[in-house]
C-alpha cells in the first residue's frame, strides 16, 4: 500500500495531517488474507467458543417520543443484522425464522453450571471484547460460552467476539459501549468536531493526527462476507433452572434426536456488583447450512409441534480493506478490518448521512453529531459499519429522549432513564456478538441520535439517576423492557417472546385510582369494549385513544395476498389463541380452501398484518348481504408488546403523583432501584 500525497488544493488542516503521517501510515499488507476455512474464531484464552446473538424476539423501546416507533424488523435483513424472526408455520418455508448468531462451541451441563457459580473477585471493569486475549489491567474478562471445562471462573475469560471490537471499558467509571450507528455502506463521511486522532492498528499501530472540522472519507474494497452454519434452538431455560433444562435434555433425546444445552449470555462485574444476563439455551447437534436449517424448523414443527429458532453460527469472518481519503479524495492510508477515531478532548464527531428506520415507512438519512468515539468496522456482509463507542450515561442522553416525550412529567423521565440504563446492561452478551458492536441504534435494541436527539429535560433525568438500575429481590439486575401503551393490562415475558418467565417481568392491570371492580381481559370482548377502565395510560395527558383502543379492516384480498406464504389458498377463517393474562395472543390459526396452519409468536402475528398494533385483540369475519367474506376486522388495545413499563402509563402514573422509584416498583414487580456504580 502507498499513501498518496495530496495536492495543493486541499486544505492547509488536511495537509499538516497528511505531512505529519506520511510515512506513519504506510502499511504493508494492502491484500485480505485468506481466512481458515471453517475455524471458529478463538476466544481471549485461545479456545474456540460461542458468539450467540439474540433473535429478534424482542423489540423492547417501542418509545412514545416523536421518533419512536414499533417493534425490530431484523426479519427483513438478516444480512445486515445477523438476527432473523420467523413465521414458523406447517406448510411454510420457515423463511423469516428466527436467529441466534455466534461460531461453534458447546457447554455440557456440567460445565455450564460449574460457571454459574458466583465469581470470587467481581469488582471492576471487564472487557466485553478481548480478542487479544487482554483486558485493562487488574480489570477480569467476561465469558458468554467459554469451552473450556476446566476455567470456573466466568469473570476470568473474554466474551468470544469476532475480533477485539466490542470492548466495555470504564472510563470515568461507567462502561463505555460499542452501539452500531449504521451499516452495509459501501462509504462514510465524518468530521471531527476537535483534534482527532484515527488509528489504523496492525504492525506499529500506525495513527493520522487531524485538526477539527476537517473532512474524511472511509470506503470498503475487497470485501468479503462471513461464511455462516446454523443449528436449531429447542428450548431456553434460566441459568439455574438445571432441572428443567435437563427434563428438556432427556426428553428430547426420547425423541431420538441428539441435542446439547449451550449458555448464553454474560456475567461481568460492574464496581463491585456482579451482572448475570445468562440463560441455558438447547441446541439440535446437528448443523446445517442456514437454509437447511429452516427446512428442519419446519419439519420439527410437524413432527413435534415445537416453536424453534435459529441459532446461526459465524464458521469464517467477513473482511475488507478500509481505504481512508483526504477532503481532495486521494487514498492516504488502509486498515485491515477497522479503524479507530478519537477525540482526546471529547469534542465527538459529526457523521454524514446517517441511515435509520431500515425497513420502516420512516426509513431515511439524516447527518448526525455524537460524542464518544468512532469504530470504522467491516461488517457481516463484507461492508462498512459505523460504531458510536459511548459512554453509557452519554448514550443515554441521546436514548431517552428518542424513546419517550421529552415534555413528560420529570418522574416518567426518570424512570424512562432507569429502564433505559438497566436494558443496556442486561443486552450485553445476549444481541449482535456476531457483529462488531453490542447494540445497535433502532428498535431492535434502542433508539439512539447521539448528541442530535438531546433535549434538557432528559437529560437532566440522566444526570439525576446517573448509574442507577434496577435489582430483583435475588440482587440481580432486572432486563427492563418498557413499550409504549399497555392498553390497561401488561404481559408476561414468556408469552411474548418464549424462553423462561421472569419473576420481574409478570403481567398486571396498569390502572390506577378508584379502580372498584373493572372487568379483566380474560373476558377480552367487554375488556376492550369498557370505555371507563381508570388505566393509566388512558388517563394519561399524552394518552392517544388511537393507541389504546383501536380498530383495524383488511380486505379478504389484502389477508389472502398477506397470508399467501403460507400456502393455505385463500383464508377462510382467522383465530388468535393461546392467551397471556393481558389477552394477548401468541398463536394465530388460519383455515384456507387449501389446508390450514398456525403462525406462533407474538410478533410474528403482527408482522403478517403490518405490524399490528399489538395482538391483544380479536378477529371477525366481515361479509356481504349474500353471506361472502369481504374482509377481517381486528379490533384491539395497546401499541408494542405490553411487558415490562408501560411508557404512557408511567406518564399517568407521574402525573397522579407517583415517584420514579413507586412507579418502576409497580411495572418490575416489587423490584427495587439501586446504583450499579
Same mark, same amino acid.
Given at each position: 500500500m502507498t499513501a498518496r500525497r495530496c495536492d495543493s488544493t486541499v486544505s492547509p488542516p488536511v495537509l499538516h495531517a497528511v505531512r505529519f503521517v506520511i510515512a506513519a501510515v504506510l502499511i504493508s499488507a494492502c491484500a485480505a488474507p485468506q481466512p481458515a476455512t471453517d475455524v471458529p474464531r478463538a476466544s481471549a484464552v485461545g479456545q474456540p467458543s460461542v458468539q450467540v446473538t439474540e433473535a429478534s424476539r424482542r423489540a423492547a423501546g417501542e418509545g412514545v417520543g416523536d421518533t419512536a416507533t414499533e417493534e425490530d424488523d431484523a426479519a427483513e435483513r438478516?444480512?445486515?443484522?445477523?438476527?432473523?424472526?420467523?413465521?414458523?408455520?406447517?406448510?411454510?418455508?420457515?423463511?423469516?425464522?428466527?436467529?441466534?448468531? @455466534?461460531?461453534? %462451541?458447546?457447554?455440557?451441563? !456440567?460445565? +455450564? &453450571?460449574?460457571?454459574?457459580?458466583?465469581?470470587?473477585? *467481581?469488582? #471492576? /471493569?471487564?472487557?466485553?471484547?478481548?480478542?487479544?486475549?487482554?483486558?485493562?489491567?487488574?480489570?477480569?474478562?467476561?465469558?458468554?460460552?467459554?469451552?473450556?471445562?476446566?476455567?470456573?471462573?466466568?469473570?476470568?475469560?473474554?466474551?468470544?467476539?469476532?475480533?477485539?471490537?466490542?470492548?466495555?471499558?470504564?472510563?470515568?467509571?461507567?462502561?463505555?459501549?460499542?452501539?452500531?450507528?449504521?451499516?452495509?455502506?459501501?462509504?462514510?463521511?465524518?468530521?471531527?468536531?476537535?483534534?482527532?486522532?484515527?488509528?489504523? @492498528?496492525?504492525? %506499529?499501530?500506525?495513527?493520522? !493526527?487531524? +485538526? &477539527?472540522?476537517?473532512?474524511?472519507?472511509?470506503?470498503? *474494497?475487497? #470485501? /468479503?462476507?462471513?461464511?455462516?452454519?446454523?443449528?436449531?434452538?429447542?428450548?431456553?431455560?434460566?441459568?439455574?433452572?438445571?432441572?428443567?433444562?435437563?427434563?428438556?435434555?432427556?426428553?428430547?433425546?426420547?425423541?431420538?434426536?441428539?441435542?446439547?444445552?449451550?449458555?448464553?449470555?454474560?456475567?461481568?462485574?460492574?464496581?463491585?456488583?456482579?451482572?448475570?444476563?445468562?440463560?441455558?439455551?438447547?441446541?439440535?447437534?446437528?448443523?446445517?447450512?442456514?437454509?437447511?436449517?429452516?427446512?428442519?424448523?419446519?419439519?420439527?414443527?410437524?413432527?413435534?409441534?415445537?416453536?424453534?429458532?435459529?441459532?446461526?453460527?459465524?464458521?469464517?469472518?467477513?473482511?475488507?480493506?478500509?481505504?481512508?481519503?483526504?477532503?481532495?479524495?486521494?487514498?492516504?492510508?488502509?486498515?485491515?478490518?477497522?479503524?479507530?477515531?478519537?477525540?482526546?478532548?471529547?469534542?465527538?464527531?459529526?457523521?454524514?448521512?446517517?441511515?435509520?428506520?431500515?425497513?420502516?415507512?420512516?426509513?431515511?438519512?439524516e447527518d448526525r453529531t455524537f460524542r464518544g468515539a468512532l469504530q470504522l468496522v467491516v461488517d457481516r456482509a463484507g461492508l462498512l459499519a459505523v460504531v458510536n463507542v459511548v459512554p453509557l450515561e452519554d448514550l443515554l442522553k441521546g436514548l431517552v429522549p428518542a424513546e419517550i416525550f421529552a415534555r413528560a412529567h420529570t418522574e416518567a423521565l426518570k424512570a424512562q432513564a432507569v429502564t433505559a440504563r438497566g436494558e443496556v446492561l442486561a443486552k450485553v452478551g445476549i444481541k449482535h456478538l456476531a457483529d462488531p458492536y453490542l447494540l445497535c441504534s433502532e428498535q431492535h435494541c434502542a433508539v439512539y441520535r447521539g448528541r442530535t436527539g438531546e433535549a434538557a429535560s432528559t437529560t437532566a433525568a440522566v444526570l439525576a439517576t446517573r448509574g442507577e438500575g434496577l435489582f430483583n429481590d435475588e440482587g440481580r439486575l432486572v432486563d427492563s423492557v418498557y413499550s409504549a401503551v399497555c392498553g390497561g393490562h401488561t404481559e408476561d415475558n414468556d408469552v411474548v417472546w418464549g424462553g423462561p418467565p421472569d419473576p420481574s417481568l409478570r403481567g398486571r392491570p396498569d390502572v390506577i385510582g378508584p379502580v372498584g371492580n373493572p372487568p379483566l381481559p380474560a373476558n377480552l370482548e367487554r375488556w376492550l369494549t369498557t370505555s371507563n377502565l381508570p388505566a393509566a395510560c388512558r388517563l394519561s395527558s399524552f394518552a392517544q385513544p388511537s393507541k389504546f383502543r383501536w380498530e383495524k379492516r383488511f380486505t379478504a384480498e389484502q389477508v389472502d395476498a398477506r397470508l399467501k406464504k403460507l400456502g393455505v389458498g385463500r383464508v377462510q377463517a382467522l383465530a388468535l389463541t393461546d392467551r397471556g393474562v393481558s389477552g394477548r395472543a401468541s398463536v394465530l390459526s388460519v383455515s384456507g380452501d387449501k389446508g390450514a396452519t398456525q403462525v406462533r409468536g407474538e410478533l410474528n402475528i403482527r408482522r403478517l398484518f403490518g405490524m399490528l398494533n399489538s395482538s391483544m385483540a380479536v378477529v371477525e369475519a366481515e361479509r356481504d348481504a349474500e353471506g361472502r367474506l369481504t374482509g377481517w376486522l381486528f379490533r384491539g388495545g395497546g401499541w408494542g408488546h405490553g411487558v415490562g413499563m408501560c411508557q404512557t402509563g408511567a406518564i399517568g402514573r407521574a402525573e397522579a403523583g407517583q415517584r420514579y422509584q413507586d412507579i418502576l416498583r409497580h411495572y418490575f414487580n416489587g423490584a427495587e432501584v439501586a446504583p450499579i456504580y
Open positions: 438478516p444480512a445486515r443484522t445477523g438476527a432473523s424472526s420467523s413465521t414458523t408455520t406447517e406448510g411454510g418455508d420457515a423463511a423469516e425464522r428466527p436467529t441466534r448468531s @455466534g461460531t461453534s %462451541g458447546l457447554d455440557s451441563v !456440567d460445565d +455450564a &453450571a460449574a460457571r454459574s457459580r458466583p465469581a470470587e473477585n *467481581t469488582v #471492576g /471493569a471487564v472487557s466485553a471484547s478481548t480478542g487479544s486475549g487482554t483486558s485493562a489491567p487488574g480489570r477480569n474478562a467476561t465469558s458468554s460460552a467459554d469451552t473450556t471445562p476446566s476455567v470456573e471462573d466466568p469473570l476470568a475469560q473474554g466474551i468470544p467476539t469476532p475480533g477485539d471490537l466490542k470492548r466495555l471499558d470504564f472510563r470515568g467509571g461507567e462502561p463505555r459501549v460499542p452501539v452500531r450507528l449504521m451499516e452495509g455502506r459501501r462509504e462514510v463521511i465524518f468530521s471531527p468536531r476537535g483534534r482527532m486522532r484515527l488509528r489504523f @492498528g496492525g504492525p %506499529g499501530d500506525k495513527v493520522l !493526527d487531524a +485538526a &477539527a472540522g476537517t473532512r474524511w472519507m472511509v470506503r470498503v *474494497t475487497q #470485501g /468479503a462476507p462471513a461464511v455462516l452454519s446454523a443449528r436449531v434452538q429447542l428450548a431456553e431455560f434460566r441459568i439455574a433452572d438445571r432441572a428443567g433444562m435437563q427434563a428438556a435434555l432427556e426428553s428430547w433425546r426420547a425423541k431420538g434426536l441428539a441435542v446439547r444445552p449451550q449458555v448464553l449470555g454474560t456475567v461481568y462485574g460492574i464496581a463491585g456488583k456482579v451482572i448475570d444476563n445468562r440463560r441455558t439455551l438447547l441446541l439440535l447437534d446437528e448443523v446445517f447450512t442456514p437454509e437447511a436449517a429452516g427446512r428442519k424448523q419446519t419439519e420439527l414443527l410437524r413432527s413435534h409441534g415445537a416453536q424453534t429458532m435459529l441459532f446461526e453460527e459465524v464458521r469464517t469472518p467477513a473482511s475488507a480493506i478500509l481505504e481512508v481519503r483526504d477532503e481532495s479524495g486521494g487514498v492516504v492510508g488502509m486498515a485491515q478490518d477497522r479503524l479507530d477515531a478519537e477525540t482526546p478532548d471529547g469534542a465527538g464527531f459529526d457523521v454524514r448521512q446517517v441511515e435509520f428506520g431500515v425497513g420502516y415507512d420512516f426509513h431515511g438519512f
